[in-house]
């Protein structure tokens, strides 16, 4: 079982490029995409979140439910359900605004035990900034690293939500002896100001690097660095690449039973570059159409 913790929202998706586009809901938050994209791909799946009771929160959880997603544990609330506002440039890549006073995920609290047979844990975007849920997901960090889970991150960063950069990059720095796997984007890591020898040095086995139509890269603990191109295709938008990416790293480990820091050390140059070629169609299939929609397992086959 993979466990995926973070926000569920919707995207409000323009048709076309511009400010002043039309608008269409859509299910979304980065790690609610990483899990119904790690459910898509056949892993055994479940959602730790906050979810509003109103029918945006309802639909979201239906979406989890049609990718064999477990919603058992999932808490529920009053309160409306954040919306990010998306704008895609003439590239197809997307800026968000946020609108999250009050909402359900904001209000997560940590539960008392993770599902029984949990070998992962994926944190990341928007769930580690908000308080007071911010600290909750943390808390889960810590607490699933100290019982031996492999735990990924994606900080996924949205500057926009980020009031202090310089007390985010810092305890961002804290989080990484809790993590197993970081990945993120050339943009998150310029933003960050770390390089990957230096996060690496704080805690995580391997560190991969995305770097849009250019591809994937990973930094591992033992010094070594394995690149995928990207894949080519034609890009409607970015919405939900980056998720994908998480999830195939996820289950591309799990299929082969390497989620252990043991395991990632091991992997070697055929096993990394493997999993990123993985990872890198995962991704391109998802930015050949609107919106985050990940592939299944069949699209992937060969």
Same mark, same amino acid.
């Given at each position: 079982m993979i466990v995926v913790a973070g926000e569920a929202l919707i995207d409000l998706v323009p048709h076309d490029p511009g400010a002043l586009a039309s608008l269409r809901p859509a299910l979304g938050g980065g790690p609610y995409n990483t899990a119904v994209a790690l459910g898509r791909l056949g892993s055994p799946t479940a959602f730790c979140s906050r979810v509003s009771s109103d029918a945006f929160g309802e639909a979201l959880l239906d979406g989890l439910r049609a990718a064999g997603v477990d919603v058992s544990g999932v808490e529920r609330g009053a309160e409306p359900t954040t919306l990010a506002v998306a704008t895609i440039d003439e590239q197809g890549s997307a800026a968000y605004s946020f609108y999250v006073d009050g909402t359900a995920d904001r209000l997560f609290t940590a539960p008392a035990a993770l599902p029984a047979g949990t070998r992962a844990v994926s944190f990341g975007t928007c769930s580690l900034v908000?308080?007071?849920?911010?600290?909750?997901?943390?808390?889960?960090?810590? =607490? !699933? !690293?100290?019982?031996?889970?492999? =735990?990924?991150?994606?900080?996924?960063?949205?500057?926009?939500?980020?009031?202090?950069?310089?007390?985010?990059?810092?305890?961002?720095?804290?989080?990484? @002896?809790?993590?197993?796997?970081?990945?993120?984007?050339?943009?998150?890591?310029?933003?960050?100001?770390?390089? @990957?020898?230096?996060?690496?040095?704080?805690? @995580?086995?391997?560190?991969?690097?995305?770097?849009?139509?250019?591809?994937?890269?990973?930094? =591992?603990?033992?010094?070594?660095?394995?690149?995928? @191109?990207?894949?080519?295709?034609?890009?409607?938008?970015?919405?939900?690449?980056?998720? =994908?990416?998480?999830? !195939?790293?996820?289950?591309?480990? !799990?299929?082969?039973?390497a989620l252990t820091a043991e395991a990632l050390a091991g992997l070697g140059t055929d096993g990394w570059t493997r999993l990123l070629r993985f990872a890198s169609r995962a991704a391109a299939i998802t930015c050949s159409r609107a919106g985050a929609e990940p592939p299944y397992a069949r699209e992937l086959e060969g």
């Amino acid at each position: 079982m993979i466990v995926v913790a973070g926000e569920a929202l919707i995207d409000l998706v323009p048709h076309d490029p511009g400010a002043l586009a039309s608008l269409r809901p859509a299910l979304g938050g980065g790690p609610y995409n990483t899990a119904v994209a790690l459910g898509r791909l056949g892993s055994p799946t479940a959602f730790c979140s906050r979810v509003s009771s109103d029918a945006f929160g309802e639909a979201l959880l239906d979406g989890l439910r049609a990718a064999g997603v477990d919603v058992s544990g999932v808490e529920r609330g009053a309160e409306p359900t954040t919306l990010a506002v998306a704008t895609i440039d003439e590239q197809g890549s997307a800026a968000y605004s946020f609108y999250v006073d009050g909402t359900a995920d904001r209000l997560f609290t940590a539960p008392a035990a993770l599902p029984a047979g949990t070998r992962a844990v994926s944190f990341g975007t928007c769930s580690l900034v908000l308080e007071p849920g911010a600290s909750a997901y943390e808390e889960l960090m810590r =607490t !699933a !690293a100290g019982q031996g889970v492999f =735990t990924a991150l994606d900080p996924n960063i949205r500057a926009g939500l980020i009031p202090d950069a310089d007390a985010y990059r810092a305890r961002f720095l804290k989080w990484l @002896p809790s993590v197993t796997l970081l990945k993120l984007s050339e943009e998150d890591a310029r933003w960050l100001g770390g390089t @990957p020898h230096e996060w690496l040095a704080a805690g @995580p086995s391997a560190v991969v690097i995305t770097r849009g139509g250019d591809g994937l890269t990973v930094f =591992t603990r033992e010094g070594a660095e394995y690149s995928v @191109p990207g894949e080519k295709v034609t890009v409607v938008d970015t919405i939900g690449a980056g998720d =994908t990416v998480n999830a !195939a790293l996820l289950h591309g480990l !799990a299929a082969h039973d390497a989620l252990t820091a043991e395991a990632l050390a091991g992997l070697g140059t055929d096993g990394w570059t493997r999993l990123l070629r993985f990872a890198s169609r995962a991704a391109a299939i998802t930015c050949s159409r609107a919106g985050a929609e990940p592939p299944y397992a069949r699209e992937l086959e060969g």
